[in-house]
């Protein structure tokens, strides 16, 4: 079977009349449900490296497979738009796509919770939002780029500006975000990059590897997993979400690794704990919602932000002052 591997353009237009017949972007936008009107955009990458981006929804990405076989989880709502999004409360629920990422913040991620006189909903608002300027390149790199802004009136005014950028041949693709205080107050600022991966990646032979980490329990139900936190089960009905945060020795490059060795594939995130100190896991083996969660974060404390304000880790913007982050997600054959 034919895949490419890390071919330079020029070569490939050897053997092609154009580049878009192994590899590209192509852009759709939804016809029918609550996804209707909304965009999309499929990126191939030519090594068998497919997922799609949603530009309505955050600039998240969405599907994805590796050679056919799905990576990521998709929930019972799938694809909605950003116009039937539910901010307050566990309304966040309700339109969670699933998919290899969606991104919680940028005010708040985690539990819902009232901080300074304000009520802030489960995860934040950065997943409901439309980006506006987005763009794509494909000539050998390809990268969608864009901007998200969450403002009030009286309130924040945050941007966030994305770039997802893989290649041609490659098997990886990158999130790079710089967010950026545009008020004139200071901002407090949470983004959690929630990556959710499932069948058949992940199934009863699977296991997690977090290389210089230390589980810690969320809750008493997560204690009870906390000796087999790194080994899954077939799907269980009646199954309760156990959470941990892992706890780095020392700062600086790190990686979760989730490996299949019956279906002999890997996927690994990739990310800095200097910028991204928090890791959390989500470990969901329902019937019907069985999806592991690797949790990238800013902060170290999953309980919302007056929570995290009480531990003294709220993570604060000054006025102009921008911020950025870079996680990566490569697959590779076991």
Known sequence: MWYLDDQSPERLRQ??????????????????????????????????????VLPD???????????????????????????HVEH??????????????????????G??????????????????????????????????TGRLRQTRLFGENIVLDRAITTELGSRAVTVTDTVT???????PHMVLYHMNLGWPLLDGASVLRIPGAEPVARDAEAERGLDAWDTFTAPSPGFAEQVFRHDFAEAGPAEARLLNPDLGLSLAIR???????????????????????????????????????????????????SRSYAVEVEVAEA
């Open 271 to 321: 990310f800095d704990t200097r910028r991204l100190p928090g890791l959390f896991q989500w470990k969901m083996l329902g019937a019907g919602t069985y999806v592991l969660g690797i949790e990238p974060a800013n902060c170290r404390v999953i309980g919302g932000r007056a929570e995290a304000r009480a531990a003294g880790e709220l993570p604060v913007l000054e006025p102009g002052e």
């Open 15 to 52: 053997y092609v009349g154009s580049p878009a017949q192994v590899a590209g972007i192509d852009r759709f936008c939804e016809e029918d449900g609550p996804a209707r009107g909304a965009r999309r955009y499929q990126v191939r990458t030519g090594s068998g490296l497919v997922f799609d």
């Open 88 to 109: 307050g409360g566990t309304g966040w629920q309700r339109t969670f796509g699933g998919g290899l990422l969606t991104t919680c913040g940028l005010d708040q991620f």
């Open 57 to 83: 929804r955050g600039l998240d990405i969405g599907a994805a497979s590796f050679r056919g076989v799905p990576l990521a989880w998709i929930s019972p709502a799938g694809h909605v738009g950003p116009g």
């Open 181 to 187: 205080n545009e008020g004139f107050q200071p901002q």
């Open 111 to 144: 539990a819902p919770a009232t901080d300074d006189g304000q009520e802030f909903g489960l995860h934040g608002r950065a997943s409901g939002l439309a980006a506006q300027q987005v763009n794509t390149v494909a000539d050998g790199r390809l990268e969608v």
